[in-house]
Every structure is written in structure tokens, then in C-alpha cells.
Nanobody, 115 residues
Framework: QVQLSESGGGMVQAGGFLRLSCAVT????????MAWFRQGPGKPREFVAL????????QYADAVKGRFTISRDNYKNMVYLEMNTLKPEDTAIYYCNGQPPMDGWGQGTQVTVSS
């Protein structure tokens, strides 16, 4: 059974930086596109960033392009999201999952950006 555990969220001021981590228990991790998603207050969950299994391809939502960087460590089964120049509209619960998403989600990690 796949398990996803996100961490690294917190409260920062606009312009700040956070690095999110996601530990993935999945025998197919090294073959799977992985992604970060987020769900802001009163909003549906949305795609943020994706990374191919061999790091050859990354995709970003327009809202975060140039500010966020996704990476992964296939030896540790970890996915990361570096978030720079944070904005209040980045406030959300952040989740990692495969793309397309696997069954089940982790608890997410809360990111709150104050103006």
C-alpha cells in the first residue's frame, strides 16, 4: 500500500522561502511521475509541479513558474518542493502524489504566507 507523508510547511511572510519534503512508500516510485498539489481555503485541489522519474522533465503551474522548484531523490524515495518568493495566494495545504494520483493521499503540510 502506498503511503505519502508531507512535511516542511509553516508560516512565513511574503517573499519568504520554504522547502517541503515528501516521503513515499511505493515499490514503483522510481518509475513514476511525481507531483505536488495544493488546496487553498475554499478552493479545489490543484496541480503545482511534476517531475519525471529520471529528472528529465519538470512541469509547473503558471502561478508558481520561476518561483518553485521540484526535485526528487530516487535512493531515498523522497520528493521536494523549494518555494521561493512566496505570496499570500500560495497559502494552502500542500500534498504530494503520483501523476496521475495514486489511491489515497497523505495528510498534507500547511503553508501559510502572510502579507
Amino acid at each position: 500500500q502506498v503511503q505519502l507523508s508531507e512535511s516542511g510547511g509553516g508560516m512565513v511572510q511574503a517573499g519568504g522561502f520554504l522547502r517541503l519534503s515528501c516521503a513515499v512508500t511505493d515499490l514503483s516510485f522510481v518509475y513514476r511521475d511525481m507531483a505536488w498539489f495544493r488546496q487553498g481555503p475554499g478552493k479545489p485541489r490543484e496541480f503545482v509541479a511534476l517531475i519525471a522519474p529520471d529528472n528529465s522533465r519538470r512541469q509547473y503551474a503558471d502561478a508558481v513558474k520561476g518561483r518553485f522548484t521540484i526535485s526528487r531523490d530516487n535512493y531515498k524515495n523522497m520528493v521536494y518542493l523549494e518555494m521561493n518568493t512566496l505570496k499570500p495566494e500560495d497559502t494552502a495545504i500542500y500534498y504530494c502524489n503520483g501523476q496521475p494520483p495514486m489511491d489515497g493521499w497523505g495528510q498534507g503540510t500547511q503553508v501559510t504566507v502572510s502579507s
